[in-house]
């Protein structure tokens, strides 16, 4: 197994804490995850997709609900078609299977009329909330699953910047949400993906009550890891990671698409009072 520190230094870019714990294999998987952005064409083993799905479904779920659902693409003109929705991010044509995570509130909805009940809790935006925090941890679950057998990801918000059409082509009913997309495949060798370093502990990591103006210096010295990270990595940014992020919010300009939400949810039967 990778040696703790050698992943801690990575994570962060500085050995951050000192530690006391029997290191094993599912935290050296938890530590060392990266987005893989370069994937070989090989298809997954029979049976694979199937544990992703199990995985994803021993997750927690809201009062056992279960209000999400996941549409796997591996047809190449449909991915093609999600490709150019989000932003021509080639990896998503690259990987054999590309997954498409859904807020679904249709199923129950579905299951209400079919019982002759109403379903006035889903024009609530309480409902969508907990949709989406579900299918956020089934597909992390699903994430570690397919990190522990040497598969590599990438989630894709851009998706949600042509949701309309997104919902189209997978063929949506109201009150399904499509939410995030999830390259899944082997990583390309000749194409290493970087651990990108997160900010210290000292900033995410709040004990007893909320302190934001004590987190000033450890972003400071967030800004210069990222600032080399982001020359080793030859990536385009001048500025570092507070600037970065900050001129983000600046403008509707990163929003895109998204910035119409509201009405996109609208659209697909969320009244979300």
């Not at 949709?131 to 699903?142: E, T």
């Not at 900033?203 to 972003?219: F, G, S």
Request: aromatic content about 10%; some cysteine; proline content about 5%.
């Amino acid at each position: 197994m990778t040696n703790p520190t050698e992943l801690l230094r990575s994570r962060y870019g500085e050995i951050p804490f000192n530690y006391e714990i029997d290191w094993n294999e599912s935290l050296e998987i938890l530590l060392s995850h990266r987005s893989v952005r370069s994937y070989l064409s090989d298809p997954l083993p029979p049976g694979t997709l199937e544990w992703l799905v199990a995985a994803a479904q021993s997750a927690a779920s809201s009062a056992n609900m279960q209000t999400w659902s996941v549409v796997a693409i591996e047809d190449q003109e449909r991915k093609a078609e999600l490709c150019k929705l989000a932003n021509n991010q080639a990896y998503i044509n690259q990987a054999p299977v590309f997954l498409v995570w859904l807020a679904d509130l249709g199923r129950l909805a579905h299951i209400a009329d079919s019982r002759g009940l109403p379903h006035v809790a889903l024009d609530y935006i309480e409902l969508l909330v907990k949709a989406i925090v579900d299918a956020s941890v089934a597909a992390q679950n699903a994430t570690l699953a397919a990190e522990s057998i040497g598969l590599g990801t990438v989630y894709i918000g851009a998706i949600r910047k042509s949701t309309q059409e997104v919902a189209t082509l997978l063929n949506l009913p109201p009150f399904v949400f499509p939410i995030f997309g999830l390259c899944v495949g082997y990583p390309n060798p000749e194409v290493q993906a970087a651990m990108k370093p997160r900010l210290p502990q000292s900033v995410v990591l709040h004990r007893e009550t909320y302190k934001l103006a004590e987190q000033d210096e450890a972003i400071a010295r967030y800004n210069d890891i990222m600032k080399e990270f982001y020359t080793e990595q030859k990536m385009n940014v001048a500025s570092d990671w507070s600037q970065h992020s900050a001129e983000r919010i600046a403008t509707l300009e990163y929003l895109k698409g998204c910035k119409y939400l509201r009405e996109t949810l609208n659209n697909f039967g969320f009244k979300l009072l």
